[in-house]
């Protein structure tokens, strides 16, 4: 039996084998399957990382050519889920759409003989910005938009489809860049949740599905967007400060912040910054990231809190004109390939994942027929 | 740091506190709230349990009648979500239909200040054998069916909008003490993929349809479908003793027998067994319930297994002619009702559930950029 608390959500709990990630060794270290995260973000391309991911390796010239361009070949979406998406109401959450999209993809494409768990990765991982943007154009202004492009990258394709136009330089490499930090991160919770539903022998749909309804939740996938509310609120470093320390007076929850598994800082975290800092330049912000800085700065010196991934990369999507409801959907647009990794994994030694609990209930009571039962 | 072994799907690990069951004390024990199964299958009446799982108490009568009129209500489905059902293929798998359906539905009647999560929790319990059914019919037959109906309980509704005709006394008794039986099982896997989601603070839909996806494996809510595979393969007691000591040999895995949690019996199988035995007779079987006990004796003279609740439902909703293919979519319309307590259970106390893993891949490794990648 488990000598934790049983109200500690598991914090250090181990739940099962990986060979996918660390995250955190000495505090603030992540690594992918034995590279570290500042040298995947230096070969500056998230398709050799979600193949590395998904396929164990990281690709030859070949195989990434080829990996490209199966991903490309991949993004038609079938007209009955286009169907679906219009069917969906204009203000349904986005990631709503995802979840119901994924779900509705597996039961046209089911896996089974004619179609595996690779297969299925790679398709999801090629049509989520299409899904995603047909959605959001058909509803914003009528136009059911071409899902296919020729860009090369997701991030580039992600943009094009947005934007309507081919992306700019810095911001396709941004998103490729926050695409490879957002990839993979151990047994957070949205992977738990893949890896518990693949654990019942469950289709790979149900498990993607499970990992992106949970990965919704403010406390998980909703910080960025969370951390770009409380951002995008004030109006100068000072105003932020002062409404910041309002916060922690009252004792609000700040998002964007702090880790339950890094203890010294969030590595990420660094390299986004660096990304938003010079977005910000680009676009002439005077605002955005001086206020983000502060609150960084406050944070720090009044809680001793890092920021974690979430916080920077909100204004670093904000400054490539990415509309804040379509933060965390990114996120499932990166993590795909994590979650893949992990549901593979799960199946190739797998053990129903069933915990127990602490009861805490009424003892043994007697049963009284609804006859007898007073009415207050 | 827990004691359990990493590989052991976290067997024994306590992962939380509930107040709304405790399953397998004494080794053959389950208790809702403090009620014994024995007594609740003996109060007859699904919806009271319904009731007593999500608000937290048995109802008065009053507070029953009104219950049930309130689920009576919210049977009939929104014109979207019967186009979606109609899109779905016809040989989808129907647990990944109430999946798909179930997010839907959070597209259309999104949780918020509108809806709260007792009604989402009241609609999901009333629409699910609409759900299934109105898809079912529509692919079978090409008939859009009904979905509403004046019966008073879920199982009479479902039977009535599968056979198209009131329901058989003792069908629907069999289907409601079943109800019954499958209704809650404290942090069973799709319990548990449910307060994954819910421990993030998703939406309520997010986190029921993780459950669904999770219920959907062999290895949870499958096993009834499985059990009637193997059951209706033999034609005679002699031949399943024959069949099943072959598959022993072969060390192959035999559904509906054995639990994790309890260690003597499962107090639900002598329940439903007698059921299965009652319609068996009404029917005049003379294959399926011997073969079933053959089986049963089988398994417990050769590997001291005892038949869990899945192995006896099999024969038993089959004797009510129900497809074996709409078992494990019946456990979602019962087991909503623990999903939705444990949900509300979760978010009365939150606290994100995210473990942390033995890690076994690659020490840190250097990165080779890909031009200098060798190329088998």
Redesign the interface.
Known sequence: ????K?????????????????VGAGGENL?Y????IQ??V??D?FE?VAYLLIYGE?????Q?VAYEQRLISLRVLPE?LK??LE???GD??P???L??AC??L???E?EGKQRDQYQIADRLLATFPGILLYWYHFHQNGNRIDTQSDEDHVAGHFLRLLHGEAPKPEWERAVNISLILYAEH?????T??AR????????F???I??A???????????ANEAAMALIEQFDSPEMAEAGLRRMLANKALVMGFGH??YKVSDPRSDIIKQWAKTLSQDVGDHVLYPVSERIEAVMQKEKKLFPNLDFYSASCYHFCGIPTELFTPLFVMSRITGWAAHVIEQRE?N?????????????????????E????
Do not use: W
């Open positions: 039996m488990t000598q934790q049983s109200s500690s959500g598991l914090a250090g709990v181990v739940a099962g084998t990986t060979a996918i990630c660390t690594h399957r034995g590279y570290a040298d995947l230096a070969g391309c050799e990281l690709p030859t010239v070949p990434l009955a169907n679906v069917l969906m109401p349904t959450h990631m709503d759409v979840r119901t779900s509705f597996g039961n046209l089911p151990e047994f957070n919770a949205s738990f949740a518990v539903t693949a654990g019942t022998l469950s289709d749909y149900s498990a599905t499970s992106i309804g949970t990965l919704r939740g403010p406390l998980h996938g909703g339950r598994v030694n053990k129903l994942i069933r915990p127990t609990a602490d009861y805490t209930g009424p003892a043994p009571r007697a049963y009284v027929p609804i006859g039962r007073p009415v207050a």
